[in-house]
Nanobody, 117 residues
C-alpha cells in the first residue's frame, strides 16, 4: 500500500522548534497538493497546513499562522513543516497527506510531537 513516511517529531520545550519531513514514494506525488494534519489525544484530526504542487500557494490553520511554515522540494519528493514558537497545545501526532484524487487519500503513519511547558 502506498504510504508517505514522516520523520522529525520529538520532545521539545515550549518556545522551541522542530522540522518535520514527509517523503513520498513516487515522483508523481510532486504533482499533488500536500498537507499536514494533527491529532491530539481525545480530539479529532485537524488540518494544519497545505501546499500546492508548485509550493506557490500555501494554506494554514489560524492556530499556526505565523509560527509554522510548509514547504516542499519536488526534486526530493519531500514536504516539510517548520514549526517555531511551539506551544504545549501543539502536542499531537502529526500526519502528512497527499491529495491525489481530489481529496486527501494517501497518508503517512504519523510522527509524535510533544511540547513541554
Amino acid at each position: 500500500q502506498v504510504q508517505l513516511v514522516e520523520s522529525g517529531g520529538g520532545l521539545v520545550q515550549a518556545g522551541g522548534s522542530l522540522r518535520l519531513s514527509c517523503v513520498a514514494p513516487r515522483r508523481t506525488f510532486s504533482l499533488y497538493e500536500m498537507g499536514w494534519f494533527r491529532q491530539a489525544p481525545g480530539k479529532e484530526r485537524e488540518f494544519v497546513a497545505a501546499a500546492s504542487w508548485t509550493g506557490g500557494n500555501t494554506y494554514y490553520a489560524d492556530s499556526v499562522k505565523g509560527r509554522f511554515t510548509i514547504s516542499r522540494d519536488n526534486a526530493k519528493i519531500t514536504v516539510y513543516l517548520q514549526m517555531n514558537s511551539l506551544k504545549p497545545e501543539d502536542t499531537a501526532v502529526y500526519y502528512c497527506a497527499a491529495k491525489s484524487r481530489g481529496e486527501y487519500d494517501v497518508w503517512g503513519q504519523g510522527t509524535q510531537v510533544t511540547v513541554s511547558s
